[in-house]
């Protein structure tokens, strides 16, 4: 290999938003002058796969990618960072054509490690233990001049059964406000209007210093140039009436709203060590609607836990079904080595799974139908992307609603008034720009 030419470098990443927002911090790490930056289809010196591990098929996806980038450059090295990496690096490392795993702790270090550029046998695994004292690393999404995922927490103190997150990225952490305002000041000087904020569990921010996510944002919404914050997800628990009724009455804090509720029956709730019963989702989502009645609310379903008979499932769908919510995000039960799951009785056959995560799509699409109705002739505002897409240019309201219009590359970027006028067969609405 030429030495004198820059090294070509992809970064693949699967799973949450906190995944593409930390890929992007270490990929920044990487200096241009030595490397070149190369999408993941492309042939690579160098590849970087941040993996998932909430389900089975997510660590499925992550070996695919290395088979599919190991044909694609079998001279390449490829090296796996993320929550797949910390909970099984001897795994990962087993594959063929895997030179390098790096935990939870070690990934940031990734552009100093792989200096010594080239294939490894064996595969080098850089892991340690996660404890109390694991720092929180800031980091945020720089890619996308028109949205930023930016980190405010990461890790988790739950420990619900069925869930690895805590095992993978340590116990629940976040800086001092004033930490997430320097980085929130660096995305508005790069032009940036929308900021996703992220984490595992974003409505845990601050509880450990005295400080909240009501706090935060109150003093993010004062930064110039952003123009637009969206929390990602929080537990229904965390999300306090003060959040609710702030979304109401400031526009800089979008009405879209996630709240996994995992479990549709208190029964399975319990079963899962989920911190509240489904009334408390309920109020919840009364309390937005009452407000902010086109919001956007959606929630994680898990269905199929062990424990879940058909009485139980019937119970969650009819509780569901009475929910105004706007999607589902629904996920057939998946055994996580490590979890208390793994040896709770009762456990669901996995056709029983599919039949029900499919009862549960077909409802999540026909109140997501219904959502997108009741917002035929409303006015909203749209931030347009940078990316054409079959003549058409898209973007997403205020409220989640993915919008399509002819496309015109002055529109990239900005925020737009528009009136939403009919659901095409893409699934999204088209629109009339009025200013």
């Given at each position: 290999?030429?030495?004198?030419?820059?090294?070509?470098?992809?970064?693949?990443?699967?799973?949450?938003?906190?995944?593409?927002?930390?890929?992007?911090?270490?990929?920044s790490?990487?200096?241009?002058?030595?490397?070149?930056?190369?999408?993941?289809?492309q042939?690579?010196?160098?590849y970087?796969?941040?993996?998932?591990?909430?389900?089975?098929?997510?660590?499925?996806?992550?070996?695919?990618?290395?088979?599919?980038?190991?044909?694609?450059?079998?001279?390449?090295?490829?090296?796996?960072?993320?929550?797949?990496?910390q909970?099984?690096?001897?795994?990962?490392?087993?594959?063929?054509?895997?030179?390098?795993?790096?935990?939870?702790?070690?990934?940031?270090?990734?552009?100093?490690?792989?200096?010594?550029?080239?294939?490894?046998?064996?595969?080098?695994?850089?892991?340690?233990?996660?404890?109390?004292?694991?720092?929180?690393?800031?980091?945020?999404?720089?890619?996308?001049?028109?949205?930023?995922?930016?980190?405010?927490?990461?890790?988790?103190?739950?420990?619900?059964?069925?869930?690895?997150?805590?095992?993978?990225?340590?116990?629940?952490r976040?800086?001092?406000?004033?930490?997430?305002?320097?980085?929130?000041?660096?995305?508005?000087?790069?032009?940036?209007?929308?900021?996703?904020?992220?984490?595992?569990?974003?409505?845990?921010?601050?509880?450990?210093?005295?400080?909240?996510?009501?706090?935060?944002?109150?003093?993010?919404?004062?930064?110039?140039?952003?123009?637009?914050?969206?929390?990602s997800?929080?537990?229904?628990?965390?999300?306090?009436?003060?959040?609710?009724?702030?979304?109401?009455?400031?526009?800089?804090?979008?009405?879209?709203?996630?709240?996994?509720?995992?479990?549709?029956?208190?029964?399975?709730?319990?079963?899962?060590?989920?911190?509240?019963?489904?009334?408390?989702?309920?109020?919840?989502?009364?309390?937005?609607?009452?407000?902010?009645?086109?919001?956007?609310?959606?929630?994680?379903?898990?269905?199929?836990?062990?424990?879940?008979?058909?009485?139980?499932?019937?119970?969650?769908?009819?509780?569901?079904?009475?929910?105004?919510?706007?999607?589902?995000?629904?996920?057939?039960?998946?055994?996580?080595?490590?979890?208390?799951?793994?040896?709770?009785?009762?456990?669901?056959?996995?056709?029983?799974?599919?039949?029900?995560?499919?009862?549960?799509?077909?409802?999540?699409?026909?109140?997501?139908?219904?959502?997108?109705?009741?917002?035929?002739?409303?006015?909203?505002?749209?931030?347009?992307?940078?990316?054409k897409?079959?003549?058409?240019?898209?973007?997403?309201?205020?409220?989640?609603?993915?919008?399509?219009?002819p496309w015109?590359?002055?529109?990239?970027?900005?925020?737009?008034?528009?009136?939403?006028?009919?659901?095409?067969?893409?699934?999204?609405?088209?629109?009339?720009?009025?200013?």
């Amino acid at each position: 290999m030429n030495t004198l030419r820059r090294k070509k470098i992809a970064f693949h990443t699967l799973g949450c938003k906190l995944n593409f927002a930390e890929t992007s911090t270490i990929s920044s790490t990487f200096p241009e002058n030595t490397y070149e930056k190369v999408t993941a289809g492309q042939k690579a010196d160098i590849y970087v796969i941040n993996t998932c591990s909430v389900t089975e098929a997510a660590d499925k996806k992550c070996r695919q990618a290395i088979r599919k980038f190991r044909n694609l450059s079998p001279e390449a090295m490829i090296v796996a960072i993320g929550c797949y990496s910390q909970l099984r690096p001897q795994e990962i490392a087993a594959i063929p054509g895997v030179d390098m795993v790096l935990g939870t702790n070690e990934r940031f270090g990734l552009a100093e490690m792989i200096k010594n550029y080239g294939k490894r046998s064996p595969c080098e695994i850089h892991s340690s233990h996660l404890s109390e004292s694991d720092p929180f690393i800031p980091a945020f999404s720089a890619g996308d001049r028109t949205r930023s995922f930016l980190k405010v927490q990461d890790g988790c103190d739950y420990g619900c059964a069925y869930c690895t997150i805590p095992l993978a990225r340590g116990s629940s952490r976040s800086p001092g406000i004033d930490t997430i305002l320097e980085e929130a000041s660096v995305i508005a000087e790069k032009g940036i209007k929308e900021i996703i904020l992220t984490g595992v569990n974003i409505g845990d921010f601050g509880r450990k210093n005295g400080q909240s996510l009501y706090n935060l944002l109150c003093e993010l919404v004062k930064i110039n140039g952003i123009e637009r914050y969206r929390i990602s997800s929080i537990e229904p628990n965390l999300l306090t009436d003060e959040l609710i009724e702030m979304t109401a009455d400031n526009p800089k804090i979008l009405p879209h709203f996630h709240l996994p509720l995992q479990g549709g029956s208190d029964k399975i709730l319990a079963l899962m060590g989920r911190r509240y019963k489904r009334d408390v989702f309920s109020k919840k989502i009364q309390k937005i609607r009452s407000l902010i009645p086109l919001a956007g609310i959606g929630s994680d379903i898990l269905t199929g836990f062990p424990g879940e008979n058909d009485e139980d499932f019937e119970d969650a769908y009819n509780f569901l079904s009475d929910q105004p919510l706007s999607y589902m995000h629904v996920f057939p039960y998946s055994e996580r080595p490590g979890t208390r799951a793994v040896k709770m009785e009762g456990k669901v056959n996995h056709h029983v799974k599919e039949l029900r995560s499919k009862r549960l799509h077909v409802l999540s699409e026909k109140k997501h139908d219904i959502f997108l109705k009741n917002n035929i002739g409303h006015n909203e505002n749209v931030l347009f992307e940078s990316v054409k897409n079959k003549g058409m240019i898209t973007g997403f309201t205020g409220n989640y609603i993915r919008v399509e219009y002819p496309w015109d590359q002055s529109f990239a970027g900005k925020i737009k008034k528009i009136r939403m006028k009919n659901i095409e067969v893409s699934g999204r609405m088209s629109v009339e720009i009025i200013s």
